[in-house]
């Protein structure tokens, strides 16, 4: 499996973001999906998850409102918008994969068999 983000950047506060994130190498449908992040000096931390059928989400409580997770299984992909960004979401951003099928995603890392390279997003104030 490999996962290759995109569309990161840099963004005034304020502004809006999307990442995008294809799949290759397996059945898309048969992963939950998931963006995490990892902010400057901070420990990596779940941002949104998506499970396998996009039923079920899930999203940490400082991008609630203002992120949103989907997926399209056609094209391999899971997206992350992001609006109202500020500067507490600078950060390198990582999608990655869980091999565990079910409606609803899985938060913790050690559930994530794949993860892709990372793209900053940069937000300045």
């Known amino acids: 499996v490999q996962l290759q983000a995109s569309g990161g950047g840099l963004v005034q506060a304020g502004g809006s973001l999307r990442l995008s994130c294809v799949l290759s190498g397996r059945t898309f449908r048969n992963y939950a999906m998931a963006w995490f992040r990892r902010p400057p000096g901070k420990e990596r931390e779940i941002v949104a998850a998506?499970?396998?059928?996009?039923?079920?989400?899930y999203y940490g409580e400082s991008v609630k409102g203002r992120f949103t997770i989907s997926r399209d299984n056609a094209e391999k992909t899971v997206y992350l918008q992001m609006i109202s960004l500020k500067s507490e979401d600078t950060a390198v951003y990582y999608c990655?994969?869980?091999?565990?099928?079910?409606?609803?995603?899985?938060?913790?890392?050690?559930?994530?068999?794949?993860w892709g390279p990372g793209t900053q997003v940069t937000v300045s104030s």
């Open positions: 990655a994969a869980d091999a565990g099928v079910s409606d609803y995603p899985r938060t913790r890392q050690i559930f994530y068999d794949y």
């Open positions: 998506v499970g396998s059928t996009g039923v079920g989400t």
